[in-house]
């Protein structure tokens, strides 16, 4: 099984600042997802990306794929306390199988 | 978007007794859905792989005849935990794959007493 390793596992900056995620795998995924989750629900899929060097941007989120399609990362810019949740980032391991890194908790200080 | 269903959404059961976990995809067919067990504060960790009309296929140190899984139509898979356990307590999600996405159940909440 191809290992994920997410980065930072903690995180707790003041409102208005920015933060990335790192997502890092000495293998190659053939896409990459990354997650938000809420306590006591499931995860719910904020983007996929799918070809190396691929920037893909949801309003304040920043995302991108690694040239190699080994590495992802999430940039956040001027947090807000609605930013606050669990970040999981996940590899495509095979047609279904989703690998999963080991998670960011993120809180935003009001 | 496709929906993904599960029931109970929490349940609490003695420590000897079996607990069945349904997972439903409601507006699409899987011929395959996972099953994921999270602790507190952790990440998703994959238990198996339900495969409608065969058998599951299970994550390495995933006891099988404890967890069992029945994938009996194209919209259900269910996880049965049998004689449970307070180690057993944990939050259970499933998964159902549509197209590159994977859509994930709400989770089900065990506590083992």
């Known amino acids: 099984t191809q290992l994920l390793e997410q980065s930072p596992q903690f995180l707790s900056i003041q409102e208005g600042e920015n933060l990335t995620v790192y997502c890092n795998s000495s293998?190659?995924?053939?896409?990459l997802q990354w997650y938000r989750q809420e306590p006591g629900e499931g995860p719910v899929l904020l983007v996929t990306?799918?070809?190396?060097?691929e920037v893909k941007k949801l309003k304040r989120l920043t995302f991108q794929f690694g040239d190699a399609r080994k590495d992802s990362s999430l940039h956040i810019t001027a947090a807000q306390p609605g930013d606050t949740g669990l970040y999981l980032c996940?590899?495509?391991?095979?047609?279904?199988?989703?690998?999963f890194g080991q998670g960011t908790r993120l809180t935003i200080n009001p | 978007g496709a929906v993904v269903s599960q029931h109970p959404s929490w349940v609490i059961c003695k420590s000897g007794t079996s607990v069945k976990i349904e997972c439903r995809s409601l507006?699409?067919?899987?011929?395959?859905m996972f099953w994921y067990r999270q602790f507190p504060k952790q990440s998703l960790m994959l238990m198996a792989t339900?495969?409608?009309?065969?058998?599951?296929?299970?994550e390495q140190g995933v006891e099988k005849d404890k967890f069992l899984i029945n994938h009996a139509s194209l919209t259900l898979s269910t996880l049965t935990v049998t004689s449970a356990h307070p180690e057993d307590s944990s939050f259970y999600i499933c998964?159902?794959?549509?197209?590159?996405?994977?859509?994930f159940g709400p989770g089900t909440r065990l506590t083992v007493t």
């Open positions: 339900s495969n409608e009309g065969s058998k599951a296929t299970y």
């Open positions: 507006d699409f067919q899987a011929t395959t």
């Open positions: 293998s190659v995924f053939s896409s």
């Open positions: 998964s159902a794959p549509r197209s590159y996405e994977q859509y």
């Open positions: 996940a590899g495509l391991e095979g047609a279904q199988k989703l690998v």
């Open positions: 990306v799918v070809t190396g060097g």
